[in-house]
C-alpha cells in the first residue's frame, strides 16, 4: 500500500519513513477503530497521507500549527512529521481519535505535537496559533468562525477541498472579512506531478 517512489519521497523528504509508518498503523487499524472506510484502505497512501502534504508549502517559516478536526491524523501528524519545528496542536473532540492519535503520536516519536481534546470553539481566546489546517471538517463559512479566532493577527488558515473550493471560497466572503480576513484565494496543488490536484483555500489574516 505504501509506494517507495522518488515523487512520494520527494514530497515528503526526512518525514517520508514516518508518513509510511503511519499509514501502515492506519491501514492495519484504521478501519476496526472507525477512523477510515474500508474503500479508503487501498488509496490510504496517496490520497491521504502524502495528500496531507499538499498545505505544506504555505506553512510560515517559524511558529505553531492547529490541526482541526484531526481525526485519523490527517494532515496534523504529517505536518507534525515534516515540520518538527513548528509547535503542532492536534484538536479533535473525540475521546476514540484522541486515544488513537496518542498512540501515533507515541509511536512515531512526535515531541513537537500537543493534543486537545475538545471543539475548536472552545479553544478560543484561549489558543493562538501562526496557522491552522483543516481537511473535511466543515464548508467554508462554518470552518472560518471555528478557526480564524485561533489564527493570530498576519497568520493563516489554509483549508484542503474538493472541487467546490472557489465556490465555497466565493460564498464565504462576506463571513471570511468579518472575521478579520485580509486575503484569500484558492491554490490547485499537483503534489505528485501525475495532473491530480488538491485545492488549499489559503486565508491570510
Ligand atoms: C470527516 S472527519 C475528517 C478528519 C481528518 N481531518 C481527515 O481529513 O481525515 C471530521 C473531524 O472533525 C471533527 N470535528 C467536528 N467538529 C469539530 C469542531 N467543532 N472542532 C474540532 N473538531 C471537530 C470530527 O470529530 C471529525 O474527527
Same mark, same amino acid.
Given at each position: 500500500m505504501v509506494v517507495d517512489?522518488?515523487?512520494? /519521497? #520527494? +514530497?515528503?523528504?526526512?518525514?517520508?519513513?514516518? @508518513?509510511?509508518r503511519f499509514a501502515e498503523m492506519l491501514a492495519d487499524e484504521g478501519?476496526? *477503530?472507525?477512523?477510515?472506510?474500508? *474503500?479508503?484502505?487501498? /488509496?490510504?497512501?496517496?490520497? %491521504? =497521507? =502524502?495528500?496531507?502534504? !499538499?498545505?505544506?508549502r504555505f506553512l510560515p517559516a517559524t511558529?505553531?500549527? #492547529?490541526? =482541526?478536526?484531526?481525526?485519523?491524523?490527517?494532515?496534523? +501528524?504529517v505536518l507534525a512529521l515534516m515540520r518538527p519545528d513548528l509547535d503542532v496542536h492536534l484538536i479533535e473532540p473525540m475521546e476514540r481519535r484522541i486515544a488513537w492519535l496518542a498512540e501515533v503520536v507515541e509511536e512515531l516519536d512526535l515531541d513537537n505535537v500537543t493534543l486537545?481534546?475538545? *471543539? @475548536? &470553539? &472552545?479553544? %478560543?481566546?484561549r489558543l493562538r496559533v501562526s496557522a491552522v489546517t483543516a /481537511? $473535511?471538517? @466543515? $464548508?467554508?463559512g462554518k470552518l472560518a468562525r471555528l478557526t480564524l479566532p485561533l489564527v493570530e493577527r498576519g497568520g493563516v488558515l489554509l483549508a484542503q477541498k474538493g472541487r467546490r473550493a472557489q465556490e465555497e471560497l !466565493?460564498?464565504?466572503?462576506? +463571513?471570511? /472579512?468579518?472575521?478579520? #480576513?485580509?486575503?484569500f484565494? +484558492? %491554490?490547485?496543488?499537483d503534489l505528485l506531478?501525475?495532473?491530480?490536484?488538491?485545492k488549499v483555500v489559503e486565508v491570510r489574516k
Open positions: 517512489d522518488a515523487p512520494s /519521497r #520527494a +514530497v515528503l523528504g526526512l518525514a517520508w519513513s514516518g @508518513a509510511a478501519e476496526l *477503530r472507525g477512523l477510515i472506510g474500508p *474503500r479508503e484502505v487501498p /488509496r490510504l497512501w496517496s490520497r %491521504h =497521507v =502524502v495528500n496531507s502534504a !499538499a498545505v505544506a511558529g505553531s500549527l #492547529a490541526d =482541526v478536526g484531526s481525526g485519523a491524523g490527517l494532515p496534523g +501528524v486537545h481534546q475538545v *471543539r @475548536a &470553539e &472552545e479553544l %478560543h481566546g /481537511r $473535511a471538517v @466543515a $464548508a467554508l !466565493a460564498e464565504a466572503a462576506p +463571513v471570511l /472579512r468579518k472575521l478579520g #480576513a485580509k486575503s484565494s +484558492v %491554490h490547485d496543488v506531478g501525475d495532473g491530480e490536484s488538491t
